[in-house]
Each structure stands twice: as C-alpha cells, then as structure tokens.
C-alpha cells in the first residue's frame, strides 16, 4: 500500500504542545461555556436549546449553499411543507439535521453519547440524517451512471471515488482503514480536557479531509462537532452552535473555506512536525476554530444574559404584543421560574381571576407561553418569529 493511501496520511491528529496563544483560547472557552446559561432555569434554558437547534440547522445548510428560512425549517418541524419540491426539499434536510440533533442532545443528558468520534456514532448521524429522504435526494449522478447513496455506507467501490476542489481524500478501497485509525486517535477516553478541545477542531478538518460518505460529509462533522463539544463539557446544554461561527467566520463568511483548504496543507519541511500533513497549519486551524467557539459562546451569553433577556421580553410583550404590565410581569415570573401554574397568574399580575386568564390566554394565544395539557402549568416558547425581537442577529434579517 503507498503511503499516501495509509492512515498515518491524516497525521498529525493532535498536538503534543499548544503555544501560547492556543492554551489562553482554551482556558477562555471552557470560562466561556460555564457562563452561558448558568442562572437559567433548566426549563427555560430547554425552551431556548430548541430554538438554536433551528439556529445551527440553518447556519449548516446555509454553509451548503442552502438558504432555508427560519420559519420554513419551524414550519417542517409541525409537517407544513412546500408544495415546490426544491424547497420541501430543503425543508426535509432541515428537519432531519434537527432530529439528529436533538437525539444527540437526549443521549448526552441520558449519559448515553459514548464516544463522539466513534464510527458507530459517525455513522449512525449519517443513516439518521437521510433516513425516510426520497429517492431522488439520495441519487448520485456519475460519469458511468447513476447509483443512490446508501445511508451510513461508507465509499467503497472505485466510482465512490472523490474530488473535493484540490483537494483528492482517500480512495474508497480504503476509507474503513482510515476511518478505524481516525476513531483511535479521537478517543475521548485517553485525552484530558484540554486536549478535548484540540481534538473537537482537529476531528472536524480529518474527517472532512477521508470525506468517508459519498454526500453528506459536511452535515455530519458539524454534527459530530456538536456532539464533541458536549462530550467536552463546553456545550453549555446545547445552548450554542458551532455552525453559526463557522458561516460566519470571525472577519468574513469565507474563513470557513479557506481554514479547512490551509489545514489540508502537506508538511514544509523538518520543522513542520513528524507527520504528513503540515503541524503548523493544524495548529492555525485548531486555533481558529477554538477562537470562533470563544465568539459565539459570548455571543450567545450575551443574548441569554438572564437581565437583559428579562428586559426584551418585557419590552417585546409590550410593543410587539400590545401587552399590559400585568402580562409582562407573568411572562418575567416564567422566565424566573421556568414554569408557572396557571392558578398562579391572578396572584403573580395582581388581577381578578377572570382577568388574569385572559392576560395569559393572550399570551398563550400569541405563541410565547405554551403548556403540555390545557390546564398545565404554562412556559415561555422561543419562537423564530419572535427571535428578531428578541435575539437581534441570531439570525440574518430575511424577509
């Protein structure tokens, strides 16, 4: 076998040395992910992980060239789909990342996420990801025919083969060797927390670099991304995403791009590191990547700071829903307590009992409270038609 088609090719894997900078990014993010969220009430900060699971559904699509509407990806969540099948479509991947995503979530509260980097778990994210898709979504079109893709296969045949741009990953005849070593060297179980982080950046560019699936590498690494971070202990219960900082980028939406083509980079030379690919530009990527999770958990605990969310619920209750002070005082205890019982609503506004439930069925009727049964205790929904208000550049401003 030619050593360009073994596994040590994605070598190195991980750092043995972080200079300076890196160490201060990391120290600054696990500081970071501590402090997103931590005076939320559980069921409050569960009402608004929801809402950013939309929010990194559409920055992930948005970064295949997807530009699937906020309301249009709420909208697949409760069946309403397009009638034009280009956009049920979009609206079908979006539904299916966020089912992915919320299952990652339920396994990491359950304690039962395993190692994030497994192939198991890669695989499974990708048999998730296009189960119940319709044929047409799974077809490849090739130069000696087309073939439908097969969830949770990896390439396998010659005509599995690829080009990423300049890019050219392992051929198919060996992805299982390759992806057996890339799961060895991103075990969690033999790494500290530090080095979590360093392998969460670098896991994100070798996996995309073997591109194991023939579709779909892209949505799984970022998934994968997510469940890592969990893993970690910097995702902050969901509250944040990485796919918003990777479309974004730090200066412009084509860092993303550019970062993962410099990671690609071969070895310059004898002070470049041991391994095949470039140490140096690892060590640029993984720095990048540790400082766009740095942005976006501040930007995140900026927008879910307990006071000032406080202060622009209260002030969407009143301009957006032409609420009384009665009904911001409700919508403040919910967001305190989390829940509240309805019988709670005359003490909790100071109005007669007959006026309070309509205080609060106007809440409810406008979509910010929301209750498991008729006569549940109610809490607060986060909703994208509120999230403009609410969490200004959450998402970009679309009509």
């Not at 044929?135 to 073939?147: D, N, P, T």
């Not at 060996?174 to 530090?194: I, K, N, P, S, T």
């Not at 205890?333 to 609060?360: F, K």
């Amino acid at each position: 076998m030619a050593q360009a088609e073994t596994p040590y090719r994605i070598e190195p894997c991980l750092l043995d040395v972080y200079p300076a900078q890196l160490a201060d990014v990391i120290s600054e993010v696990v500081s970071a992910s501590v402090t997103l969220g931590h005076r939320l009430h559980p069921r409050t900060a569960a009402s608004l992980c929801e809402l950013v699971r939309v929010m990194n559904c559409y920055y992930s699509n948005l970064i295949e060239g997807h530009n699937t509407r906020p309301r249009d990806i709420e909208r697949a969540l409760i069946d309403d789909l397009e009638t034009s099948e280009a956009r049920r479509d979009l609206q079908l991947e979006a539904r299916a990342h966020i089912r992915v995503q919320r299952e990652l979530d339920a396994r990491f509260q359950a304690g039962q996420l395993g190692e994030p980097a497994s192939q198991e778990l890669i695989r499974w994210m990708h048999r998730a990801f296009y189960a119940g898709a319709p044929e047409h979504m799974l077809r490849v079109e090739h130069k000696s025919g087309a073939y439908l893709l097969v969830p949770g296969e990896y390439r396998s045949e010659k005509k599995h083969d690829v080009a990423v741009g300049r890019h050219r990953p392992p051929s198919s005849a060996h992805v299982v060797a390759f992806m057996e070593y890339f799961e060895q060297r991103y075990r969690f179980a033999a790494l500290g927390a530090a080095a979590r982080l360093v392998a969460m950046a670098a896991a994100h560019h070798r996996l995309n670099y073997i591109h194991p699936f023939v579709d779909g590498n892209g949505r799984v690494s970022r998934l994968m991304s997510h469940a890592m971070a969990l893993q970690a202990g910097i995702g902050a219960h969901g509250l944040w995403s990485i796919s918003r900082g990777l479309a974004r980028g730090l200066e412009d939406a084509g860092e993303y791009k550019r970062m993962m083509d410099l990671a690609d980079a071969p070895r310059r030379g004898d002070l470049d590191g041991r391994g095949n690919l470039s140490q140096e530009a690892l060590v640029d990527f993984v720095t990048w990547f540790c400082r766009i999770a740095l942005d976006q958990l501040r930007f995140m605990t900026g927008l879910f700071d307990l006071d000032t969310l406080d202060e622009r619920l209260g002030a969407y209750v009143r301009r957006e829903l032409r609420g009384s002070d009665a009904a911001v005082a409700l919508v403040a205890e919910v967001l305190r307590a989390g829940e509240v019982p309805r019988g709670e609503a005359a003490r909790i506004t100071g109005r007669a009992e007959r006026s309070a439930r309509e205080v609060l069925s106007k809440l409810a009727d406008a979509g910010l409270l929301v209750s498991d049964t008729p006569k549940g205790p109610v809490r607060l929904h986060f909703s994208t038609s509120s999230a403009g208000a609410l969490f200004p550049r959450l998402f970009p401003a679309q009509g």
